[in-house]
């Protein structure tokens, strides 16, 4: 299975989402690789620390650039679950890492800028459907407020929002705004391994919309 991890907007938390659904998936005694796409090398910062502090499962992290049609079906022939981090804004990676996916994961905030950016890839998903017409695309809000206060009134204003674009699946699944999700990067670990049980439950909820709708 590969899945992508991508978004047309910066900031949003993609490489904090791949690394924990990687986590997440090795602990299922998966084999998982996580594929650093991002010119920035976040990913592959995460699991040099991992391999550093021999945090187990250990989990396989590579570097790949431009086209990964080839890339990702190779990986995907060698391991159960292939997790790739990419960069946004219409670039080579993402395009062509949706085109082989089963899955694109997008990580929005509830911000205007954000949310402006799902016409793009509505554009997106629609052309790259044409040669894989059984991609998924799964719209995950990420760093939602914590506060009980307007935590209601911001997942409905983000709920509203997207459903007014056809085929993209508006995930149940939400990513709080924790502290817990940037020491795990800093660190190489995924929050199930924290002790965190409701950063723990966030991404094993994701994990379950991936792999069962």
Known sequence: MIIVVGSNKGGVGKTTLASNLAVAFASRAQKVVLVDADPQGSALYWGAMRQQERHSPQITVVQRRGNLVDALRLLDQQ????????????????????????????????????????????????????????????????????????????RSDFCRYVRDFKGLQLGNSIGFQRLIYRDCISQGTGVIESGNPHAAHEIQQLLGEILHG
């Open 79 to 154: 391991h159960q679950i292939v997790l790739v981090d990419v960069p946004g804004r219409n670039s080579q990676e993402l395009i062509s890492a949706m085109s082989v996916a089963d899955t694109l994961v997008s990580p929005l905030t509830c911000s205007q800028l954000d949310l402006e950016t799902l016409q793009e890839l509505e554009e997106q998903v629609h052309a790259v459907r044409m040669l894989n017409p059984d991609l998924r695309v799964l719209l995950y809000q990420s760093m939602a407020t914590t506060n009980p206060a307007i935590r209601q009134r911001e």
